[in-house]
């Protein structure tokens, strides 16, 4: 799994968690800004404890970021 710090339209943060093949067209493709690959930083937790750690799949920062600014 890959996590990414990424921004929104807005400039403002979030971590993305994902296992696409090509990660950053992945998050790209959805609106989001693949900033950094961050995934040493997160490598030990399983996908329940990112979850609480706030980094998401780009489907459930959709369904629960309100507000959230698409690039697209």
Same mark, same amino acid.
């Given at each position: 799994?890959?996590?990414? !710090?990424? @921004?929104?339209? #807005?400039?403002?943060?979030?971590?993305?968690?994902? *296992?696409?093949?090509?990660?950053?067209?992945?998050?790209?493709?959805?609106? #989001? +800004?693949?900033? +950094?690959?961050?995934?040493k930083d997160?490598?030990?937790? *399983?996908?329940? +404890? !990112?979850?609480?750690?706030?980094?998401? *799949?780009?489907? +459930? !920062?959709? @369904?629960? @970021?309100?507000? !959230?600014?698409l690039f697209r």
């Amino acid at each position: 799994m890959k996590v990414f !710090l990424c @921004a929104d339209a #807005l400039g403002r943060f979030c971590w993305i968690r994902t *296992t696409a093949a090509d990660p950053v067209n992945y998050i790209e493709d959805r609106g #989001l +800004e693949a900033v +950094e690959d961050q995934s040493k930083d997160f490598e030990d937790m *399983t996908a329940d +404890e !990112l979850f609480a750690a706030d980094v998401f *799949t780009v489907s +459930e !920062l959709i @369904a629960n @970021a309100p507000g !959230l600014r698409l690039f697209r």
